[in-house]
Nanobody, 125 residues
Framework: QVQLVESGGGSVQAGGSLRLSCTAS????????MGWYRQVPGKQRESVAS???????NYVDSVKGRFTISRDNAKNTVYLQMASLKPEDTAVYYC???????????????????WGQGTQVTVHS
């Protein structure tokens, strides 16, 4: 079907930067929305940033001015540049994409949401 593979997580000191990448692969016709979510143990997964193809990005208030989301449609890839990281940014970050694709064994088109496997971001104070 469709797979999302993330990379770029890690451990940094407060004030540092990290860049996350997520690439979608499979029988993809188009990707509408691509975004990043994060989750800490015991809390709900929250939307961090999203971007519609050809549209403007959206951010949760807590990361505005520090995080930048971008995408390369030719590569089916979305990026999250994170700067001025804070300990409260520590979480598992997940990539999400709303994809129009061809299911295996079918000639039809389908649309669905897909998730990456998650990548840990740890910010030390």
């Amino acid at each position: 079907q469709v797979q999302l593979v993330e990379s770029g997580g890690g451990s940094v000191q407060a004030g540092g930067s990290l860049r996350l990448s997520c690439t979608a692969s499979g029988s993809i016709f188009s990707i509408n929305v691509m975004g990043w979510y994060r989750q800490v143990p015991g809390k709900q997964r929250e939307s961090v940033a999203s971007i519609i193809s050809g549209g403007s990005p959206n951010y949760v208030d807590s990361v505005k001015g520090r995080f930048t989301i971008s995408r390369d449609n030719a590569k089916n890839t979305v990026y999250l540049q994170m700067a001025s990281l804070k300990p409260e940014d520590t979480a598992v970050y997940y990539c999400n994409a709303d994809v129009t694709y061809r299911p295996r064994g079918s000639f039809l088109r389908a649309t669905g949401g897909f998730w990456g496997q998650g990548t840990q971001v740890t910010v030390h104070s």
